[in-house]
């Protein structure tokens, strides 16, 4: 991790990097480019295609999320932005990512833990299952959280909940 006065030093450089790495969250292959590669091909090549194109974007989202975590950990902001690409980011690999990101590099923030138990009973489905697995990971000896995960699965009224 760089020090302070290193960072100082890099200037708008390095708020320029985090800014083009955050933008990465939401990276999306061009279509129009791909769909000429596509054209000719049998239908299980086709899918097989899509699905290396799929895996390449989910790469390139998580790892920024990652990256910006890891370099800018410890930071207000950076932990305010992980906070935020669970409600504007449509990617689950990014939301899953990001809330784990903060779990681990956070966990020790009295924050951290009440703000995932309340996400584990958001409206939403599949943010009920993303909060449920970052707990199950960093805090599956606390007795209250093992409580919580019995319970969602046992009456979650979404069954992707209950499964995970």
Not at 12 to 18: C, F, M, W
Not at 22 to 29: I, P, R
Not at 98 to 108: N, P, R
Request: net charge positive; hydrophobic share 40%.
């Amino acid at each position: 991790m760089l020090f302070r006065s290193q960072r100082q030093a890099l200037g708008t450089v390095e708020s320029t990097v985090l800014e083009r790495l955050k933008g990465l969250t939401k990276f999306q292959l061009q279509n129009d480019l791909l769909g000429s590669q596509t054209s000719g091909m049998r239908s299980a090549e086709s899918i097989e295609f899509e699905l290396k194109q799929s895996d390449l974007q989910r790469g390139i989202r998580v790892g920024a999320v990652m990256l910006v975590s890891a370099v800018w950990r410890g930071q207000t902001a950076t932990k305010a932005w992980l906070k935020s690409l669970h409600q504007s980011n449509y990617d689950w690999d990014v939301c899953q990512f990001a809330l784990q990101e903060l779990a681990q590099g956070w966990k020790e923030d009295p924050e951290t833990l009440p703000w995932l138990k309340d996400l584990a009973s958001a409206e939403r489905g599949d943010m009920r299952q993303i909060a449920l697995i970052v707990l199950a990971r960093g805090w599956r000896r606390d007795p209250e959280i093992l409580r919580l995960l019995k319970s969602r699965a046992h009456s979650d009224d979404c069954w992707t909940v209950r499964k995970s």
